[in-house]
């Protein structure tokens, strides 16, 4: 079993930054994919970006050029750093990990959005 607990959330105005945590504990297997999705108040959760274990990382257009996604793997850390926020952009965030499919990206493509842990998620919420 693997725990995943975010935080960083907060709230910011338009064209702020914040940056996302996702600490992983417990069983956490030696190579893992990692993402990021989000679900705003009364619509679909729907992901934002993923990284597999040897660092290819895919966006969703509309955070592409505005958030990075990036891991450190000694320390079993997911982050999401996100520049240039809009208010579109607030939502609950929750990371997810390990994805049955093994990798997430082939080819630049966010082939399986299927993953087996999820955190409990940080709310960010961006004023304009």
């Known amino acids: 079993q693997v725990h995943l607990v975010e935080s960083g959330g907060g709230s910011v105005q338009s064209g702020g930054s914040l940056r996302l945590s996702c600490a992983a504990s417990g069983d956490v297997p030696s190579s893992m994919s990692m993402a990021w999705f989000r679900q705003a108040a009364g619509k679909y959760r729907e992901g934002v970006a993923t990284?597999?274990?040897?660092?290819?990382?895919v966006y969703v257009d509309y955070v592409k050029g505005r958030f990075t996604i990036s891991r450190d793997k000694a320390e079993n850390i997911l982050y999401l750093q996100m520049n240039n926020l809009t208010p579109e952009d607030t939502a609950m965030y929750y990371c997810?990990?390990?994805?049955?499919?093994?990798?997430?990206?082939?080819?630049?493509?966010?082939?399986?959005?299927?993953?087996?842990?999820w955190g409990q998620g940080t709310q960010v919420t961006v004023s304009s």
């Open positions: 990284i597999d274990d040897d660092g290819s990382a």
């Open positions: 997810a990990a390990d994805s049955p499919d093994g990798r997430t990206v082939e080819d630049g493509i966010w082939v399986s959005y299927d993953y087996n842990y």
